[in-house]
């Protein structure tokens, strides 16, 4: 295996991207010039907009619902109840992780948001207005709101719309060794336990959640426009749900405001936009506002983590053990492969060549909206970092070890790959000491180390903070990984036209990360077409093969292999059409950057484009070979793929406002071969900025009666230009030995790597105090407390 390792500067280019490396985005002239397509753009004659009435409770029994008047209201044209979608059968829908969830509240409401009632008018306006005069009437509940409490025996049962519910279990899943792990925990010189927090974020994309559902009832055909980061899945859950037949439903997402795992569930809203269209016979709109993307969709993290971990005195780790209680709202709409119910939580045994490990985790129901899978999580992968680098800088502290040194003696070694872990994780390729080390020598750590301590000599709060990760991205290998029984594989199809410009299609949607751009680019490298000769179709389901999404990074894992296999069948086809044009044999060609040579003549050569208008045009093709050039494949990854990087993170603390001030941070990343630097620069930029986010402002909270307090953006911080230093990145590569191009994903990395690297920086400027964990956020009023010793419960 080699490892190139490289800081990425001005003046240094990339060593080695794929070609075309730096390409600028081909998406961003229609973005920057206000020609970008969203749902909310789509326009259609005649069309009729939606508003969605939401429980302004969390736990209330519904005892009646009054329309009469919002019926009565000016433009109105429809107003439906859940009782009316129960005549349907469709008051309740399944949820990607098998449950179910209401698309309009029946019996009871069990969040605060929470869909109830839904308007269909003229305009917006009168939709918004209708619902103000539904009388509904509740009676009131006791809500659970927080997790640790939801299995007390006089908790209130939130799902007792499920057969034979007597509490607020929602499931219970183990991994690792139990036994092994007690022995060598046992036997340990020394261990550390700590409770760690990773609260309830909110992705909060730039655009919310949104679809104009057109139903043609001559044609029978159901279009929809939605705001999906899996168009494919949807149309087949919408065919399940609504008895549609799935070739007369269209799932079309145009341009993507930001997705960040906010736009894989299948929402109410969007159930209720179909309804509304096959009630009136028109096209209908729905768009929500702000606030109900922050109240009622796909939340993230929610987990209440005891960790331990065992090592020798000399700081060798032994064994990694965790209890988890994860939060899982009211409806378990946690959107990971069927078998894996905690998503990939499972590699939390991080970066280190361990003994033992094992992990417990119980999943409960609470009165909070439903998700859990999102905000750039890896499926679980950043509550699974978060634990096993803050653990890790637990034993530094107890040990009096320095964290980077710590790290240094328990990293898995290169000759260790492909290395499976003790939870059975295969980690297909990583070389992690100069990746390490790297960023290292970017942040100048002995020197910071000085710096601080001279700093601390003087009163002032200097912290430095390390993390380590390894992801699993690239889902699936379809024989372990499916979603409600579609198997986790991608189709791509590349058509070459006659004069030699090409269309490749996906099956996976972009919401920002730029695939326009890079999957041109990997068909490019392969078959020698300029990239700016291809382009991308993905989002519409009429016009794309099948496959499973965006999330979980698993773009460039599984997509990105698909699109370079597509590639070179057309180019292995191209070759049998050249050797004719020749008049030599396949095996007398040489395939060189767009073009095949004649071996030992590389004067007689045709270019790709040659062999693309003879597939089409006149003449003879070769005995067997059929007009054309395209070619479509449905690739199924063997394994995931597994990037790593090392973050090291500087803050300063103010002693006397608590204010954390984030002055450096260093990411060195290894997606294995870069197709498009620059992207993967802006990926992991936007990841960093998300991870100062959840480690120092970010967080969902609730009063106790359920009331979200994190209702809109003057509560809910999100970071900006202001709160961010200018990141400085480098780079290592390890390729993916499985991966046709070597590539492994990168799209969630450092929101993964990033809060464990910030939070163990702000506990190592606390430390003396004494601080040796403290949870996210860390607000001044966290920070403050902490440094009194009086940290309060999260
Ligand atoms: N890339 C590359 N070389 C690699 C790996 C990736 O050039 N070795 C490029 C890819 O070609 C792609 C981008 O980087 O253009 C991200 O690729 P990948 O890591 O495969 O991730 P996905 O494309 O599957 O994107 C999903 C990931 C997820 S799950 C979240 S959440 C997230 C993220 O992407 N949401 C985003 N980044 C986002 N960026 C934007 N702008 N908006 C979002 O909603
Ligand atoms: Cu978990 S957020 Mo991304 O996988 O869409």
């Known amino acids: 295996m080699t490892t190139t390792a490289h800081r990425v500067e001005p003046e240094n280019n990339d060593h080695k991207p794929l070609g075309h490396g730096r390409m600028l985005r081909k998406e961003d002239p229609r973005f920057v010039r206000g020609r970008g397509r969203y749902v909310d753009d789509v326009q259609l004659p005649g069309m009729l907009h939606l508003a969605i009435l939401r429980s302004p409770v969390a736990h209330a029994r519904i005892v009646s619902i009054d329309v009469t ?75 659970v709101i927080d997790a640790r409490t939801a299995l007390a025996p006089e908790a209130p049962v939130i799902r007792d719309d499920l057969d034979g519910k007597s509490d607020n279990h929602c499931f219970d899943w183990e991994t690792g060794d139990a036994e092994a792990t007690e022995r060598v925990f046992a036997a340990a010189d020394v261990v550390v ?23 043609d009832p001559v044609e029978g055909k159901l279009r929809l426009w939605s705001t999906t980061q899996a168009p494919h899945a949807h149309r087949t859950l919408y065919a399940m749900v609504a008895g549609l037949p799935e070739h007369k439903i269209q799932v079309i997402s145009p341009d993507i405001g930001g997705g960040f795992g906010n736009k894989v569930p299948i929402y109410p809203g969007y159930v209720c936009a179909i309804v509304g269209s096959i009630v009136t016979g028109k096209p209908v709109k729905w768009m929500e506002d702000r606030s109900e993307n922050l109240i009622s969709t796909g939340f993230a ?3 209440v983590m005891r960790g331990e971990i065992a090592a020798t005195r000399d700081g060798k780790i032994l064994a990694i053990r965790t209890n988890v209680l994860a939060d899982h709202g009211a409806f378990n709409g946690t959107a990971a492969p069927v078998k894996y119910p905690a998503g990939f939580f499972g590699v939390f045994t991080g970066s280190y060549d361990l003994q033992a490990a094992y992990c417990k985790m119980t999943a409960v129901y609470t009165n909070k909206a439903p998700g859990g899978v999102a905000y750039a999580c890896s499926f679980r992968i950043t ?114 036209h006659p004069t030699g410009k090409a269309v490749v299609r996906l099956s996976v949607q972009t919401q920002g990360q730029g695939h326009e751009t890079t999957f041109a680019q990997i068909v490019a490298e392969e078959i020698g077409i300029p990239p700016d000769d291809i382009d991308v179709l993905h989002g519409d389901t009429d016009n794309t093969p099948f496959g499973l999404g965006t999330y979980g990074s698993r773009s460039t894992p599984v997509s990105g292999a698909a699109a370079a296999l597509v590639a070179r069948k057309v180019r292995d086809k191209a070759r049998i059409i050249a050797s004719g044009m020749l008049e030599v044999s396949v095996a007398d060609l040489e395939w060189r950057k767009g ?37 479509q494949i449905c690739y199924n990854p063997s394994n995931l793929t597994y990037p790593h990087g090392a973050y090291i993170c500087v803050v300063d603390v103010d002693p006397g406002t608590a204010q954390v001030k984030v002055r450096r941070f260093i990411a ?116 403050w407390d902490a440094m009194r010793g009086a940290a309060r419960p999260p």
Request: charged letters at 25%.
């Open 69 to 143: 008047a919002a019926q009565a209201s000016p433009g109105v044209r429809a107003v439906v109840t859940g009782e009316a979608l129960g005549e349907q059968g469709l008051a309740w829908m399944p949820t990607l992780s098998g449950d179910v969830q209401a698309v309009l509240a029946t019996d009871k409401v069990r969040f605060q948001g929470q869909e109830v009632a839904f308007v269909v008018a003229d305009d917006r306006y009168a939709a918004r207005d209708a619902l103000e005069l539904i009388d509904v009437e509740y009676d009131m509940l006791d809500p």
């Open 193 to 215: 336990s700590q409770d760690i927090v990773y609260p309830r974020v909110h992705p909060a994309p730039m655009e919310t959640c949104g679809a104009v559902a057109d139903f």
């Open 301 to 303: 993290r929610d987990y």
């Open 383 to 496: 509550e699974a970092v978060y634990l096993v680098e803050r653990i890790v800088d637990c034993l530094a502290y107890r040990l009096e070890m320095d964290p980077a040194q710590l790290r240094l003696k328990n990293l898995l070694r290169p000759e260790q790959f492909p290395y499976t872990t003790r939870t059975g994780w295969v980690y297909d390729s990583g070389n992690y000491e100069p990746t390490m080390r790297l960023a290292m020598e970017i942040a100048g750590y002995e020197e910071l180390r000085r710096e601080q301590a001279e700093k601390r000599e003087r009163g002032e709060l200097m912290g430095i903070g390390i993390a380590f990760f390894t992801e699993a991205v690239g889902a699936g290998p379809r024989k372990d990984m499916d979603i409600l029984g579609l198997g986790m594989a991608d189709g791509c199809e590349l058509r070459v």
């Open 595 to 631: 073009a095949f040579h004649v071996k030992g003549d590389p004067g007689r050569s045709v270019t790709i484009q040659d062999v693309a208008m003879r597939a089409h045009g006149a003449g003879d093709l070769p005995d067997g070979i059929e007009g054309g050039l395209e070619a």
């Open 668 to 783: 060195v990343d290894d997606c294995g071969t870069r197709i498009n630097p620059m992207i993967i620069e802006g990926q992991v930029h936007g990841g960093l900025t998300d991870g100062v986010g959840m480690a120092l402002m970010e967080m969902i909270a609730f009063d106790p009666d359920g009331n979200c307090l994190g209702a809109s953006l003057m509560d809910y911080l999100i970071p900006t230009a202001l709160e961010v230093p200018d990141w400085e990145t480098g780079f290592t590569v390890t390729p993916s030995p499985h991966h046709p191009i070597g590539a492994k994903g990168v799209g969630e990395s450092a929101t993964v790597g990033s809060p464990p690297a910030i939070v163990n920086a702000v506990v190592d400027a606390l430390k003396p105090f004494g601080v040796s964990h403290a949870d996210m956020p860390l607000t001044p009023s966290r920070v």
